[in-house]
């Protein structure tokens, strides 16, 4: 797909996706609740299939998790405390996604299963559960919380459902922590008792409310609106409605970083308003740390590279086991523009440049609709070719219409 800016400021309201992150939350507490409604569920691949499996689960055995991590890790907890027998699977990427601490937190909580093909990684079977009796109070597991957030989500969500209730224990250093206090806080509002004591965390045995609950748009859907903004010529403007001053997600991180960047963020009561201040120096040099907001580390990097802002990134290792090596791809597709993520030191890269520009190139998007999202706005500085565009798909599948309601000239690759 080709995409151009056809010059002038970028003005307007951007329809965003609803956060699949929440979605995908709410679907499983809905079905262990066995009510309640969800509104403003998106059309998210993501969400869309974590509703279609749930449904299908009771009378199907195998069930195709694709590439959507949250649907692969929150559904093998939640089968495991359904007694659902079958196969789980994925994607030939999401067989390369590591699994081994959720399932085995699990087998310790009394799920049986076994991998059908490498130890640790999709595709499981899974072949029932026996809590242990509830004799000595709660569950006891401890997990680290270094690979992904979501094995913790996974387990809390069923940690009603567990003999006594659960004491989940996270060991090494924790990342993508603003997930897991999303879990929390949905679970309570689906009125579960659920705390966190540092690092450790008690979940009382019980039975989930039925819950109406309206799911916030997404922030990190937003992020590429922010990026639009930071390239667009003077005077930008864009306004995105759904989204919250009090928010579950840790994407809204994304305010304060593209301050630095001269974008002001207006709340509005049912949404921002974004304006670009041409006055952020283009000399200043930058640190983030991207533990808590993973998602938003492509965004960053592109913006950071193609404005010559050197910006120095850490808390960017759970980025190896994306949706793609996303450290990798972003070398890759950087370096095509005259940018770059160079490694300074172990865990610390920057982002940078040295004449980027846009000017034709082809971006390669990896099965990683982040890749697609965050290259995009470099169309406000030159024409550039997004392949395989429909990988959006996965959080945001009105992201190009949207571009183009907004003045982005797009047309279909030959
Ligand atoms: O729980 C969630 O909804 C998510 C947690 C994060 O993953 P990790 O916990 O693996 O970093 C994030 O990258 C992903 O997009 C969504
Ligand atoms: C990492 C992501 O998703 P998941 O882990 O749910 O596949 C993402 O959306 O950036």
């Not at 959720?102 to 640790?120: H, I, P, T």
Request: aromatic share 8%.
């Amino acid at each position: 797909m080709h995409l151009s800016w056809p010059g002038g400021p970028l003005r307007g309201t951007a329809q965003l996706p609803a956060s699949k992150s929440e979605a995908n939350r709410a679907l499983i507490l809905q079905a262990l609740a066995g009510g309640g409604t969800l509104s403003n569920l998106s059309d998210a691949h993501d969400t869309q299939l974590m509703r279609r499996l749930l449904a299908a689960a009771p009378s199907t055995s195998v069930l195709d998790a694709e590439d959507a991590g949250t649907v692969m890790r929150f559904l093998t907890a939640y089968l495991t405390v359904t007694d659902w027998r079958g196969q789980l699977t994925g994607t030939p990427r999401m067989q390369e996604r590591p699994i081994a601490v959720l399932v085995d937190a699990l087998r310790q909580a009394g799920a049986r299963s076994s991998y059908l093909n490498n130890e640790g990684y999709p595709p499981l079977e899974l072949a029932g559960f026996t809590a242990a009796p509830a004799t000595t109070g709660p569950t006891a597991l401890a997990v680290r919380g270094d690979i992904s957030s979501q094995y913790i989500s996974a387990l809390l969500m069923v940690g009603p459902r567990l003999p006594g209730g659960l004491r989940l224990q996270l060991t090494g250093h924790v990342g993508s922590r603003p997930y897991i206090n999303m879990t929390v806080a949905l679970m309570q509002l689906f009125g579960a008792a659920c705390a966190a004591q540092g690092d450790t965390l008690l979940v009382q045995p019980g039975a989930y409310r039925p819950t109406d609950y309206t799911v916030e748009s997404d922030w990190s859907a937003a992020s590429y609106w922010y990026a639009m903004v930071a390239l667009a010529p003077a005077g930008s403007e864009i306004t995105m409605l759904g989204l919250r001053q009090t928010s579950l997600q840790g994407d809204q991180a994304i305010v304060a970083m593209m301050a630095h960047f001269g974008i002001e963020t207006t709340f509005l009561p049912d949404g921002v308003h974004l304006q670009q201040h041409a006055a952020a120096s283009e000399s200043q040099a930058l640190a983030f740390d991207f533990t808590d907001c993973p998602d938003l580390a492509q965004t960053v990097a592109v913006v950071a590279a193609a404005r010559g802002i050197l910006v120095e990134m850490t808390g960017l290792e759970s980025l190896r086991i994306k949706e793609t090596d996303r450290i990798d791809a972003l070398q890759t597709e950087l370096a095509k523009f005259g940018g770059g993520l160079r490694e300074i030191a172990a865990g610390r890269f920057r982002a940078e440049s040295n004449g980027f520009a846009v000017n034709g190139q082809s971006v390669a998007t990896y099965h990683d609709h982040r890749m697609a999202m965050a290259f995009a706005p470099l169309a406000m500085r030159g024409p550039l070719t997004i392949e395989s565009p429909t990988v959006v798909k996965k959080s945001y599948p009105q992201f190009w219409s949207e571009l183009a309601k907004s003045g982005f000239t797009i047309t279909a690759a030959d």
